[in-house]
């Protein structure tokens, strides 16, 4: 079982930036490969990186490629997403995720952080 908790959300102006944390508790956080979703107000929940379990392979979604970057630490059992050049299009709940692998379907959820970029 693995418990997820995300920080760092809030309200920043476009062009801004934020550093999203999510805490990971329970055990073998190491082994599973990490992703950041967004769902914003009446659209569908989209992957918008992931990171294997030893931080190599990432993955971004094209809209967020060169302005978001994510990250892990191991020994602190915690995931970041760096998020610069905000838009207000970014605007929505992030959610961080625990998969098996970077490709799979997560299989532990955090709470969501709000992330409202204005303009």
């Known amino acids: 079982q693995v418990q997820l908790v995300e920080s760092g959300g809030g309200l920043v102006q476009a062009g801004g930036s934020l550093r999203l944390s999510c805490a990971a508790s329970?055990?073998?956080?190491?082994?599973?490969?990490m992703g950041w979703f967004r769902q914003a107000p009446g659209k569908e929940r989209e992957l918008v990186a992931a990171?294997?379990?030893?931080?190599?392979?990432?993955y971004y979604a094209d809209s967020v490629k060169g302005r978001f970057t994510i990250s892990r630490d191991n020994a602190k059992n915690t995931v970041y997403l760096q998020l610069n050049s905000l838009k207000p299009e970014d605007t929505a709940v992030y959610y961080c995720?625990?998969?098996?692998?970077?490709?799979?379907?997560?299989?532990?959820w955090g709470q969501g952080a709000q992330v409202t970029v204005s303009s």
């Open positions: 329970g055990r073998t956080f190491s082994s599973y490969a």
């Open positions: 995720a625990a998969a098996g692998t970077i490709n799979a379907a997560p299989d532990y």
């Open positions: 990171i294997s379990w030893s931080g190599g392979p990432t």
